[in-house]
């Protein structure tokens, strides 16, 4: 099976899941999502799998497993799921940054004036509250910053090693590989700014940024899940904390 057919398995397991239990509601369960945003040729592309399986054995809130969307398959939930506004919290609270002021206001727009970035948004921040969810791309740091349980990631790396990569698995010469890198890197930060009003680069939004130069697919995994599990289980090692502390007690 190949991955876009393994991913596009596990999204349709993972909603049918997910969606059909009412847990989430309730808060009685933490489940941390991720987003990752990424520079091109950094290495996120082949690692999504081996994230996912690796998420699978390590994380024990995954009743259903995780799952991973990028921009085709968030399309796909869009189309297929008709998700309604009762399901899950989508509006901007406690914001972190301004960006997610913007959205909140673009999200308080009349549905007849919302843009598929409106769409995208709505479902981003559905499957990152629904926990055990991976957001590659649109500006899904941005877009998640404000929910307490969701982590977020930053993959980069010198030209040279994209370049590496990028010319490894399309087949294209050196100035090939670099003009897409550069044409990708540009297109995405003029995404992020269009639409969140943020820098793509703006290190105060990632939790974690990793350099994925002389770095195996194996090593960013363990690095990337490990950190997001240690992150998740502090925070809900926090919140019982919080919620058993004599202030909070009735």
């Not at 994209?162 to 003009?179: D, M, P, Y």
């Not at 990708?184 to 130069?213: G, M, Q, W």
Request: charged share 25%.
């Amino acid at each position: 099976m190949n991955q876009r057919d393994f991913h596009l398995n596990r999204m349709k397991s993972f909603l049918r899941g997910r969606l059909a239990e009412e847990a989430y509601q309730s808060g009685e369960v933490f489940r941390p999502s991720l987003t990752i945003s990424r520079q091109c040729g950094s290495g996120a592309d082949r690692i999504g799998q081996r994230l996912v399986e690796y998420l699978d054995e390590a994380d024990e809130s995954a009743t259903h497993g995780w799952a991973l969307f990028d921009q085709s398959l968030i399309g796909r939930v869009i189309e297929d799921h008709k998700l309604p506004d009762t399901v899950g919290p989508y509006l901007a609270k406690n914001a972190k940054f301004s960006a997610v002021q913007a959205l909140e206001e673009s999200l308080n727009l009349d549905p007849s004036k919302w843009t598929l970035f409106n769409y995208t948004s709505k479902t981003i921040r559905l499957l990152c509250t629904l926990g055990n969810a991976i957001i590659v791309g649109r500006a899904g740091n941005y877009v998640s910053a404000d929910l307490a349980n969701t982590f977020h990631v930053r993959l980069v790396g010198s030209i040279p090693m994209r370049k590496q990569r990028i010319q490894a698995r399309h087949l294209v010469s050196s100035l090939e590989s670099e003009k897409l890198i550069n044409e990708t890197d540009l297109s995405r930060s003029k995404f992020v700014k269009r639409y969140t009003h943020s820098e793509i680069e703006d290190p105060s939004a990632y939790h974690l940024t990793i350099n994925t130069d002389d770095m195996d697919d194996n090593t960013i995994t363990s690095i990337l899940a490990d950190s997001l599990l240690e992150w998740a289980h502090e925070k809900e090692s926090h919140s019982t904390r919080e919620a058993s502390s004599p202030t909070n007690a009735s």
